[in-house]
């Protein structure tokens, strides 16, 4: 439903009013909307049925809600919404438009409508979901980062949640392939949260697609964000977890998506981060362990050739103190016994590394290496 479509405008904006009626219906929800839509066709049949029919799909009190003039606030959405669809590249899809994502209308309750931004024919692309921390590590930044890139360059879609951390580095990845990406949004589309991603979601919305259901306007609000996860797997044909707390909202969007019959993949770390526990506890669930982007296509059977990630610079063999630190966490202290340097040395060694990306300073005085 675009602002440029060559059908009666007169004829549109009435469709449009029937449907944002029903979705600011109280007591309606997307399934007892479905039924309606199911039982009466579209939304004018709703409000035209007789309410002796109508209380046969829900409950009288739903019934007369139905029946009483439309609230102010669907007026108002109206005018907002046309107004809206008046600029180039957004839309308005319907459960009731051929465009609308089929993989959505697989889910237990697909939203009435999605509010669009750019190329809403990727929402109908074959696309992995890519998620995870917002106060994620270097090395996971750079990993959500690299398989994005790989994986759309292979094809798929990369879809997430446009969070910092690792929802940004996956969008500025998927970004930089054919497959392009998604973001999918807990504000009114014509919003963008969080600010500091302001610049980013532009270029989304220019090279790929922002959907919301949320009405226009909507700021963010905390019981938002969890709901729509729903739909970032949703239009996924698997979920990459790059890195998780153990009790991180990314496992939520896993769990939805495994009853959602999704694909879950998790990618392993070291056993001492807390931002590993969560994917540990998906793989430990029956998640695809990932060590490359060939894990995941094997899995979805993906025809499409990846490109390459990025190779992992060489580390130079004299550093005793990369030598000695491992992969797991460790302080300096520890790191001057195992390498035989004094603390200063180490000190100045892990500064160069650091510099260099080899090496993360952690909280508690820990580095980690990144590579």
């Known amino acids: 439903m675009q602002a440029e479509t060559t059908v009666d405008k007169g004829q549109v904006a009435d469709d449009l009013a029937a449907w944002l009626r029903l979705q600011h219906l109280s007591g309606v929800g997307p ?3 479905r039924a309606l839509l199911a039982r009466f066709g579209f939304p004018p049949q709703i409000f035209s049925a007789p309410f002796e029919a109508l209380c046969e799909v829900v409950s009288s ?3 007369r809600t139905i029946a009483e003039p439309p609230r102010r606030v669907a007026n108002s959405q109206l005018e907002l919404t046309l107004q809206w669809l008046q600029r180039p590249g957004n839309a308005v899809l319907t459960l009731a438009d051929a465009a609308y994502p089929p993989l959505l209308l697989e889910i237990a309750d697909p939203p009435l409508l999605l509010y669009v931004r750019g190329r809403a024919a990727l929402l109908s692309r074959p696309g992995i979901a890519i998620i995870g921390s917002r106060n994620a590590s270097a090395q996971g930044m750079q990993n959500a980062a690299a398989f994005a890139q790989s994986l759309s360059g292979a094809g798929l879609t990369i879809i997430s949640g446009l969070a910092l951390g690792i929802d940004t580095h996956a969008h500025e990845g998927g970004l930089r ?3 392009s990406t998604v973001a999918v949004i807990g504000t009114g589309a014509d919003l963008v949260y969080p600010k500091r991603n302001l610049d980013l979601a532009q270029r989304i919305a220019e090279q790929g697609c922002i959907v919301s259901e949320y009405a226009l306007g909507l700021p963010a609000m905390p019981s938002n964000f969890p709901r729509r996860n729903r739909l970032i797997s949703g239009l996924a044909r698997g979920v990459l977890v790059i890195e998780a707390a153990a009790l991180s909202g990314s496992l939520i969007t896993a769990r939805l998506a495994g009853e959602q019959g999704r694909d879950v993949f998790a990618l392993p770390g070291s056993i001492h981060s807390t931002l590993a526990k969560g994917c ?25 050739g990846a490109e390459s990630l990025a190779p992992t610079p060489a580390i130079a063999p004299q550093s005793a103190v990369l030598a000695a630190l491992g992969y797991d966490p460790c302080d300096a202290d520890t790191l001057a016994e195992r390498s035989g340097l004094a603390v200063e040395a180490v000190m100045a060694e892990l500064l160069a590394l650091e510099m260099a990306g080899l090496v993360e300073r952690l909280p508690g005085g820990l580095f980690q290496r990144c590579k």
């Open 280 to 304: 540990h506890a998906l793989i430990k669930q029956g998640a695809k362990l990932v060590e490359s982007v060939e894990d995941v296509l094997q899995e979805l059977q993906w025809q499409g």
């Open 31 to 33: 399934v007892a909307a």
């Open 61 to 63: 009190s739903v019934a």
């Open 177 to 179: 392939g054919q497959g």
